[in-house]
């Protein structure tokens, strides 16, 4: 066969045995991750790549009659229905007995699943075919949302939908640190969506998992869900006020983890460290899309220690002495006050402590700093208070030649 000289070529030789495939989501499969390298290497709003795409390749072999060229036409109209062109295509007459199943699909249920510190929520979405014999299996949508970075950070298409679901709760069942429900389609389809609009936008895309070649599919299916009640951009959070913050942190000094980890009777050279440590963790947590001061688990302290407060802190060594003492008690406090299980906490907790060693070691060798942290860090190592104008305009008057 002569080398593909189009990318529009390319797909037709990828799908020249389309119509020798078994059922409607087989065909559906293989559309989806024909349609994954486009959006993987899209550079930006990689869902309008795809759809881009599917419009042109539509334009391009409009006069393909070969029955593979026509059924994979259909496949990708039926997949980005919104793609100009989409709405025209017509079955070819050789296509295979399956093709009236494609996307023909009725939403068989809904649920979502994740861990007691609300890093991640997984949500399932079961379809079924019409006639399930052309058709294929009964099949789940899985999208994995991660609340740290605020991206879908993976979905998956896959089957039969009842050993998914069946594998899914028995996890649950057996695991205190972990829930599952079901769940209501329109809230469903509403988080899945605003986070992946989010995740299309992405230069790199998360690199395990099956984001892209399963996300064509995915979205038509996520598509016939009832869209969510409320369709606006929800507002952005408010910060904490500072009357906010001091009362969060008077309760925590009256707390017993704050008593066991020695911060309620600190000395008073201690005193200033104490509260800019706290003044960190609103800080960090201020950052997350969802922000809560409350929610502290292992992934949002490693995120803490060991990437964030380098970049955006200059800490002295009283600071630093100060600071995992601060960490462990604020999300001991926290992980209570959230009523979540003793064991959360005490993963948390030792989670915490294992990541000591690195965070010193961090600290010491200020490798994650960014530039204008390492700038201030300088400032201060030589006495320089970043703040007063004149001291800073005499050093970088003192320091031209090395600046530039």
């Not at 229905?81 to 809904?110: H, N």
């Not at 991206?151 to 899914?168: H, N, S, Y």
């Not at 509403?190 to 989010?198: K, N, P, S, T, Y």
């Not at 005490?346 to 700038?375: H, K, Q, W």
Request: proline share 7%; charged share 25%; hydrophobic share 45%.
């Amino acid at each position: 066969m002569a080398t593909p000289t189009t990318p529009y070529d390319a797909v037709l030789r990828a799908a020249r045995d389309v119509t020798k495939l078994d059922c409607a989501l087989d065909a559906e499969m293989l559309g989806t991750a024909l349609l994954g390298s486009v959006y993987a290497i899209a550079e930006e709003d990689r869902a309008g790549a795809v759809r881009d795409f599917v419009s042109a390749f539509l334009a391009a072999t409009s006069r393909r009659r070969t029955a593979a060229a026509t059924t994979i036409r259909e496949i990708f109209a039926t997949l980005v229905p919104e793609a100009p062109g989409a709405a025209t295509v017509k079955r070819g007459p050789q296509a295979p007995s399956w093709a009236d199943q494609l996307g023909r699909v009725r939403l068989t249920g809904t649920y979502a699943y994740g861990d007691v510190w609300g890093d991640q929520t997984s949500y399932l979405a079961t379809f079924a075919y019409d006639d399930r014999d052309s058709g294929g299996p009964e099949h789940a949508v899985v999208a994995l949302v991660d609340h740290n970075i605020g991206i879908t950070k993976d979905v998956f298409v896959g089957g039969p939908a009842e050993r998914i679901l069946e594998q899914v709760r028995e996890m649950c069942a057996g695991d205190e640190l972990t829930w599952f429900r079901e769940e209501d389609p329109r809230r469903l389809r509403g988080e899945v969506a605003r986070h992946l609009r989010i995740t299309d936008g992405l230069t790199n895309l998360p690199e395990e998992g099956s984001l892209a070649t399963d996300r064509a599919l995915a979205g038509a299916r996520l598509a016939l869900l009832p869209a969510p009640a409320l369709a606006a951009v929800p507002a952005e959070p408010e910060p904490l006020s500072p009357d906010e913050r001091t009362q969060l942190v008077r309760r925590f000094l009256d707390s017993s983890e704050a008593a066991r980890f020695g911060l309620t009777h600190v000395s008073e050279a201690e005193l200033p460290s104490l509260h800019f440590c706290l003044s960190l963790v609103f800080d960090h947590t201020a950052t997350f899309p969802d922000p809560d001061p409350m929610r502290w688990s292992p992934a949002v302290a490693g995120l803490f220690l060991l990437d964030w407060v380098h970049r955006r802190a200059v800490l002295d060594m009283d600071d630093a002495a100060m600071l995992p003492r601060v960490v462990r008690a604020w999300a001991k406090y926290a992980n209570r006050q959230r009523g979540l299980p003793a064991t959360a906490a005490e993963r948390t907790d030792a989670a915490i402590e294992e990541m000591v060693p690195e965070f010193v070691r961090l600290y010491t060798t200020g490798e994650r700093r960014s530039p204008a942290t390492a700038a201030v860090a300088q400032l201060i190592a030589e006495g320089i208070d970043p703040s007063d104008p004149a001291a800073l305009d005499a050093w970088l008057e003192a320091n031209r030649d090395d600046l530039n």
